[in-house]
């Protein structure tokens, strides 16, 4: 019969103490510590198993690159950098509600034929079913398995010995021989790393589901993400339709690559073409809209700035801004009205970012001052021209990186004309798309005002 006892285990990092403490000496949070009942049985985590081992020499290891086996939706694989790795452990995070269930049993479906097993701790097997009745794969060898007991999904695996096993989610997850409950610190942490063992000795490739806590990290300790191969991040508005899968940790591939995906009523459906989504073509001439040729990783796409100026209601101006950093947007006006002379300090100066998204590319501050400045004069600003450069805190238009793919997006989007900064050296002209360069904001004002 194990004894138990009890520890305080940081829920942040995992750091154990045999007392209460504040503030965890390990990862400096505070309020962190739980009680957790340990068996004093050793877990079976992957530690133990290192008696069979022994050290290869590297000219002597024989990979094979292509041992990877897709998931059946490209978006995916290319963001994995062609397919899953086998015996890789890839967990996915996320916000609730954003779709993390419905990619991973897209995932299930999308290859007919694959024996995979998809343990739900969260929904019944009836609620899984419901739910791949919208979905557009078919796949007869797709296991549904309702269950939160760790020993009894390892016993399953062996008997149905799947091609990919998908977990959701690791939180709900639990080992008998922890006392602890399901999603503390230690659950988490073991059942990750049997899950780990099982991974590598089938070769089987696992996708952990991980939820988010409220400040946007991932639930549990980050232990969790050592652990595992490749992180992956579910990214959107809730209220919008467009998610963005991004890598935040690959060990089998770059973290520069994307996936944008739009939520619809048949599930998750793959945006190749996100330029197209994110401006609209058909719009009148307003003014206070711009487009951005902005990157995110590695991927070029063009977006909509939309600014509205007006005159402030109460006493203090509001400055407010989705999907762009407010202390950036604030420190825009600052230069605005120091270095071009724009009185917005009286003026209510709202920004938005088309579709929803997060763009966190400095070269979208050249279309973020250009729609304030637009709607500022109320002067539209052709919707032929697209904006990429930083500005800084002296008013000087700044070169950004890669600006080569957003040129050549801007072109390809039928652009006629892109705003850069005049620092960048030897641009290469593309036909059709007329090259502007400004060295300050009083360039970019004679540029588009004048
Ligand atoms: P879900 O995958 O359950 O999110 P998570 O597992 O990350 O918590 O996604 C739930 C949301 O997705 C839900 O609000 C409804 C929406 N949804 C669709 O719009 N279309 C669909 O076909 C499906 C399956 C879900
Ligand atoms: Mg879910």
């Given at each position: 019969m194990a004894k138990s006892k009890s520890v305080y285990v940081c829920q942040n990092c995992g750091a154990e103490s045999p007392k209460w403490i504040g503030h965890c000496p390990a990862c400096g949070e505070w309020n962190s510590y739980r009680e957790e009942i340990v068996s004093s049985t050793p877990p079976s985590g992957i530690s133990r198993d290192i008696t069979r081992r022994k050290p290869e020499l590297l000219s002597g290891i024989e990979v094979n690159e292509n041992d990877r086996i897709t998931s059946g939706i490209s978006e995916t694989d290319r963001i994995l950098g062609g397919g899953m790795v086998k015996g890789s452990l890839i967990l996915m995070g996320g916000e609730p509600g954003i779709g993390k269930s419905t990619l991973a049993l897209q995932i299930a479906l999308a290859t007919q034929g694959r024996t995979v097993l998809y343990v739900s701790g969260e929904e019944s097997e009836g609620q899984v079913k419901l739910r791949a009745g919208r979905l557009e794969g078919r796949n007869e060898r797709c296991f549904i398995f309702n269950e939160t007991d760790l020993d009894s999904v390892l016993t399953q695996t062996e008997a149905i010995k799947p091609e990919l096993l998908i977990i959701d989610s690791i939180q709900t997850l639990s080992s008998s021989l922890l006392e602890s409950s399901a999603g503390s610190v230690t659950q988490v942490r073991e059942c990750a790393a049997r899950m780990l063992r099982y991974a590598k000795e089938s070769g089987v490739p696992v996708?952990?589901?991980?939820?988010?806590?409220?400040?946007?990290?991932?639930?549990?300790?980050?232990?969790?993400?050592?652990?595992?191969?490749?992180?992956?991040?579910?990214?959107?508005?809730?209220?919008?339709?467009?998610?963005?899968?991004?890598?935040?940790?690959?060990?089998?591939?770059?973290?520069?690559?994307?996936?944008?995906?739009?939520?619809?009523?048949?599930?998750?459906?793959?945006?190749?073409?996100?330029?197209?989504?994110?401006?609209?073509?058909?719009?009148?001439?307003?003014?206070?809209?711009?487009?951005?040729?902005?990157?995110?990783?590695?991927?070029?796409?063009?977006?909509?700035?939309?600014?509205?100026?007006?005159?402030?209601?109460?006493?203090?101006?509001?400055?407010?801004?989705?999907?762009?950093?407010?202390?950036?947007?604030?420190?825009?006006?600052?230069?605005?009205?120091?270095?071009?002379?724009?009185?917005?300090?009286?003026?209510?100066?709202?920004?938005?970012?088309?579709?929803?998204?997060?763009?966190?590319?400095?070269?979208?501050?050249?279309?973020?001052?250009?729609?304030?400045?637009?709607?500022?004069?109320?002067?539209?600003?052709?919707?032929?021209?697209?904006l990429a450069a930083e500005v800084s805190l002296s008013g000087e238009i700044r070169p950004v990186a890669r600006l080569e793919q957003r040129i050549t997006e801007a072109a390809r989007m039928g652009f006629s004309e892109i705003v850069i900064s005049g620092f960048h050296r030897d641009t290469r002209e593309v036909p059709g798309l007329k090259i502007s360069k400004v060295y300050k904001i009083e360039g970019l004002v004679r540029l588009l005002f004048s």
């Open positions: 996708i952990l589901i991980g939820h988010i806590t409220k400040d946007g990290t991932l639930a549990g300790p980050k232990v969790l993400e050592h652990i595992v191969d490749v992180v992956l991040q579910f990214e959107g508005d809730g209220n919008y339709v467009f998610r963005i899968l991004r890598p935040v940790k690959n060990r089998f591939g770059s973290t520069a690559e994307i996936g944008i995906f739009e939520m619809g009523p048949k599930g998750l459906r793959e945006v190749t073409d996100p330029s197209e989504l994110f401006i609209r073509r058909d719009r009148d001439k307003a003014s206070g809209v711009t487009i951005a040729a902005t990157v995110d990783g590695v991927r070029p796409f063009l977006i909509e700035t939309q600014s509205l100026v007006s005159s402030a209601v109460y006493g203090t101006p509001q400055r407010s801004s989705t999907g762009f950093d407010t202390r950036r947007l604030n420190m825009l006006l600052a230069v605005l009205e120091k270095r071009a002379g724009f009185r917005l300090g009286t003026r209510d100066v709202f920004l938005n970012i088309a579709g929803g998204l997060k763009v966190s590319d400095p070269a979208i501050d050249l279309a973020v001052v250009a729609a304030v400045l637009s709607s500022n004069l109320d002067i539209p600003v052709d919707h032929h021209i697209a």
